[in-house]
């Protein structure tokens, strides 16, 4: 009597396409990476503008609170009345905000028009090139308006040494305006790569120069409100 052995067929218990989960996952960083465009320079400069923003409210917070204290203890505090163009210039840098929020938007559609219609997104990114470029006038628009401030305080007699009002004054308003020159040369950097190669990298150095320039309008707003207030 013979004996016929039959052949075992293992059968597995699950069956995985060869590369459909290596293909997934790249497809998933492909797009997080173009929804998220971020660069080896771009999360170095958004950590070094926040470190930055803290480190200036904190000066200016000292600053503020030092003409409190002095105000209250001092006998000799004159009440003077901040110049009338200083009202025109917080008006021009809150512009300029508006005016940097309309090129990030149009350099967004730039972008997005790049590869599907490329004459529209030329035209996007030549409308967010003179945004740019624009509230980098009003920028230095604002100093030159600060500088007009002084002169007119000087022209009445009052000088850095006059009194403990002008002088807190002149050193805020000096203060902020030496911070957003920093800010003009952010924008203006910007302004330089959106011109060379308009890219994913531009868009974050834009951005990173944008909180700053943001913050800088949102300090000179609190600040205006502390100087009319106290002068």
């Not at 002095?70 to 021009?92: C, K, L, Q, S």
């Not at 974050?204 to 800088?216: D, E, I, K, P, T």
Request: charged share 15%.
């Amino acid at each position: 009597m013979s004996t016929t052995s039959t052949p075992q067929v293992r059968v597995p218990n699950e069956i995985k396409p060869a590369g459909l989960h290596a293909g997934t996952t790249n497809l998933r960083e492909e797009i997080r990476i173009s929804a998220f465009p971020r660069t080896e320079t771009t999360l170095p400069a958004e950590t070094g503008v926040w470190v930055a923003v803290a480190a200036i409210s904190m000066c200016f917070a000292a600053l503020i609170s030092a003409l409190i204290v002095r105000e209250g203890i001092a006998a000799d505090w004159v009440h003077f009345g901040v110049p009338r163009i200083m009202y025109v210039n917080t008006f021009i840098l809150l512009v300029s905000s508006i005016s940097l929020e309309a090129a990030r938007n149009s350099f967004s559609k730039a972008q997005e028009f790049e590869r599907q219609n490329p004459a529209a997104g030329e035209k996007a990114l030549d409308r967010a090139r003179l945004w740019l470029l624009s509230t980098v006038a009003l920028g230095a628009l604002f100093v030159v308006g600060q500088v007009m401030a002084w002169r007119d305080l000087v022209a009445k007699g009052l000088f850095l040494a006059s009194s403990p009002s002008s002088s807190f004054f002149y050193l805020l308003t000096a203060a902020h305006g030496l911070h957003l020159l920093g800010g003009i040369a952010g924008l203006g950097y910007a302004f330089w790569r959106i011109r060379r190669d308009p890219g994913s990298q531009e868009t974050g150095v834009l951005s990173v120069a944008g909180v700053y320039w943001h913050f800088m309008d949102g300090l000179w707003a609190f600040l205006f409100i502390i100087l009319v207030a106290r002068m």
